[in-house]
């Protein structure tokens, strides 16, 4: 038994070891926002906050997150990155865009007014397989617009 706080809500879980943050995030909480594509840490689709640190969920195994408080993109919700993301139509298939938003988040949180440069550095790990890059980009730098 364990305890993960997850979008400041704390939940007991009974979590077999070895089982990653990603797939108790989904499986046993039903917070499927966080999505699993590669599951071998390569493209950022699961990415979520851990303390504020964006973090590969597919790679995290769940019992070494302790008190270290989970963000989800569920959790962030009504985060302004959100809208930028619709207004600059930035997504295709869709399936990159919560772990997009979330490594973006704390950028923003860093950086409040990133150059493209930076954009494209912090969020290199997130991988968009249709391509949706420059409205990506778009969305991060208008997103306090
Ligand atoms: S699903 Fe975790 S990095 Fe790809
Ligand atoms: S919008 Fe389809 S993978 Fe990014």
Same mark, same amino acid.
């Given at each position: 038994?364990? %305890? =993960?706080? &997850?979008?400041?809500?704390?939940?007991?879980?009974?979590?077999?070891?070895?089982?990653?943050?990603?797939?108790?995030?989904?499986? %046993? *909480?039903?917070?499927?926002?966080?999505?699993?594509?590669?599951?071998?840490?390569?493209?950022?689709?699961?990415?979520? =906050?851990?303390?504020?640190? $964006?973090t590969?969920?597919? *790679?995290?195994?769940?019992?070494?997150?302790?008190?270290?408080?989970?963000?989800t993109?569920?959790g962030?919700?009504?985060?302004?990155?959100?809208? @930028?993301? &619709?207004?600059? %139509?930035?997504?295709?298939?869709?399936?990159?865009?919560?772990?997009? *938003?979330? @490594?973006? @988040?704390?950028?923003?949180?860093?950086?409040?007014? $990133?150059?493209?440069?930076?954009?494209?550095?912090?969020?290199?790990?997130?991988?968009?397989?249709?391509?949706?890059?420059?409205? *990506?980009?778009?969305?991060?730098?208008?997103?306090? %617009?």
């Amino acid at each position: 038994m364990s %305890d =993960l706080i &997850v979008n400041g809500q704390r939940y007991a879980l009974d979590a077999q070891v070895g089982r990653s943050l990603a797939s108790v995030l989904r499986e %046993d *909480i039903g917070l499927i926002g966080t999505k699993i594509a590669c599951n071998e840490g390569h493209c950022g689709a699961c990415t979520v =906050l851990l303390d504020g640190v $964006p973090t590969l969920s597919c *790679i995290t195994l769940v019992h070494t997150v302790g008190e270290r408080e989970v963000t989800t993109i569920e959790g962030l919700r009504d985060h302004p990155l959100v809208e @930028s993301f &619709v207004r600059a %139509d930035a997504l295709q298939c869709g399936f990159c865009t919560p772990g997009q *938003i979330v @490594s973006a @988040s704390a950028l923003v949180e860093a950086n409040p007014h $990133p150059s493209r440069e930076e954009v494209r550095h912090a969020m290199a790990g997130n991988i968009c397989r249709c391509g949706a890059y420059p409205k *990506i980009e778009e969305a991060v730098l208008t997103w306090q %617009d």
